[in-house]
């Protein structure tokens, strides 16, 4: 009679690249509605910092000049890092569906989309290798096979 202690880690082991592989996916769908949030934006227009403070967290008072030609001063929150003082030029990402308008922080997608495309490999990569693993295919034939067929593929170079 086996424990369920002795049994944890292979448990751990064959639940592990799945986690990957549903975590990665998450983390692709977050990255990929990002960018298609950022894409829907009517595009970045300029403006200009009329007063900044930073008593109550950095906010700032933007005059920007809309699409339609009406120019509008909104007040925004931003957590860039940058300095943003009065008179100096911004840019502004407007949705006007929605009438919403933000600071442009740039391309904060394309590190999310990469960073679940990796989880996703590793955990799919993962995933094939138990199931392998586990229904028996014994490494040491497939690397030979993948050698024959390396082999093969390298003749045709000659």
């Known amino acids: 009679m086996t424990s369920s202690r002795s049994r944890l880690p292979g448990m751990a082991v064959l639940w592990l690249p799945?986690?990957?592989?549903?975590?990665?996916?998450?983390?692709?769908?977050?990255?990929?509605?990002?960018?298609?949030?950022?894409?829907?934006?009517a595009g970045l227009l300029p403006g200009r910092v009329?007063?900044?403070?930073?008593?109550?967290?950095?906010?700032?008072d933007v005059e920007y000049t809309g699409l339609d030609g009406v120019t509008?001063?909104?007040?925004?929150?931003?957590?860039?890092?940058?300095?943003?003082?009065?008179?100096?030029?911004?840019?502004?990402?407007?949705?006007?569906?929605?009438?919403?308008?933000?600071?442009?922080e740039g391309d904060k997608h394309t590190g999310v989309i990469v960073v679940g495309s990796a989880l996703t490999l590793v955990g799919a990569g993962a995933t094939v290798f138990l199931v392998l693993w586990h229904h028996g295919v014994r490494m040491e034939k497939s690397r030979a096979r993948a050698h024959l067929w390396w082999c093969w593929l390298v003749s045709f170079w000659r």
């Open 18 to 41: 799945l986690m990957l592989l549903g975590c990665g996916l998450a983390v692709l769908w977050l990255g990929v509605s990002l960018a298609v949030d950022v894409n829907r934006s």
């Open 50 to 60: 009329v007063a900044t403070t930073f008593r109550m967290g950095p906010i700032t």
């Open 72 to 104: 509008r001063t909104e007040t925004f929150e931003h957590r860039n890092g940058r300095k943003i003082h009065p008179g100096s030029r911004v840019h502004i990402r407007v949705w006007p569906d929605e009438r919403r308008a933000e600071f442009d």
